[in-house]
């Protein structure tokens, strides 16, 4: 079975490694950018998922190439760190509304065709800070949070269409995101990991794909972690 598959962020990072991971299975896999092109094999498609109409016209380029999204893994994310007392309202929104109403739009785009092919796998990219907070990390551990909920109410509402909705939520990876991270910050983050090593990005696609999978069609609401045990499983 060959799925449409979308990845947003998939150009890069976590979201790149998922989106190859999906294509060797033999999925037709479209990734979104933000100007940056497809990486090789895999189709791009260019949209910030903070605008809902750019949203939309990636879905219906997505749709024309490979028919509709019936795997979705809402990825792309940012963060913007300081501490509480430091952080703006735009700081806090600009997070927010990347990381989570952004994965609000997508997972609703597609939930449209998913609905009338009464078909669905949703995964969303969280983090281990979502659930066990971060300092300096207010904006980011919100979106991250919010994403449970939001995974979990689809659940509900669409797990009799045959509709999952599942959370992975990733410790420390070794990406741009976390290689921006201090010295001293990195060697602090290190010594709270039980496995004593940062995660692959391959370790994470292995999650979402499994979660994608017949394999998991009775998994729903579920938050994976995927972090070496820092979360000690939430
Ligand atoms: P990177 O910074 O390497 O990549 C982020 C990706 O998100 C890029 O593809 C980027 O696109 C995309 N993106 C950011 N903002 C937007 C937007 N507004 N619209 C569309 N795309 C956007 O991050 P990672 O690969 O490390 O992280 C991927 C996901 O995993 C994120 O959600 C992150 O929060 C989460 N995560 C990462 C962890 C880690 O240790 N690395 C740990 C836990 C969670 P562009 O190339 O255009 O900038």
């Known amino acids: 079975m060959s799925r449409s598959v979308l990845v947003t962020g998939g150009n890069r990072g976590i979201g ?18 933000r100007g940056s092109g497809a990486p090789e094999g895999l189709l791009g498609v260019k949209c910030d998922v903070t605008g809902s109409a750019e949203v ?14 019936e795997v979705l893994v809402a990825n792309a994310g940012i963060t913007d760190d300081t501490l509480l007392l430091r952080m703006t309202d735009d700081q806090f ?56 909920g939001v995974a979990r109410s689809i659940a509900r509402e669409l797990g009799t269409r045959n509709i999952t909705a ?10 741009d995101m976390t290689d921006a991270l201090p010295e001293d910050r990195k060697k602090q983050i290190l010594a709270q990991v039980p496995s004593g090593r940062y995660g692959t990005t391959d370790e994470i696609a292995a999650a979402v794909t499994f979660l994608a999978s017949d394999a998991a069609a009775y998994i729903t609401g579920a938050v994976l972690p995927v972090d070496g045990g820092l979360g000690m499983g939430h």
């Open 93 to 148: 929104t600009r997070v927010l509304d990347a990381n989570l109403t952004g994965a609000f739009r997508v997972a609703q785009r597609a939930s449209k065709g998913m609905l009338r092919k009464r078909y669905g796998r949703i995964v969303f990219i969280s983090s281990v800070v979502g659930l066990m907070g971060g300092a300096g990390q207010v904006n980011y551990a919100a979106s991250k949070a919010g994403l449970v």
């Open 166 to 175: 599942n959370v992975v939520a990733p410790g420390f990876i070794t990406t």
């Open 56 to 69: 939309d016209a990636a879905f219906a380029e997505v749709e024309a190439a490979h028919g509709p999204v």
């Open 16 to 33: 790149l490694a998922i989106a190859r991971a999906f294509a060797a299975q033999g999925d037709k896999v479209a990734v979104t950018h």
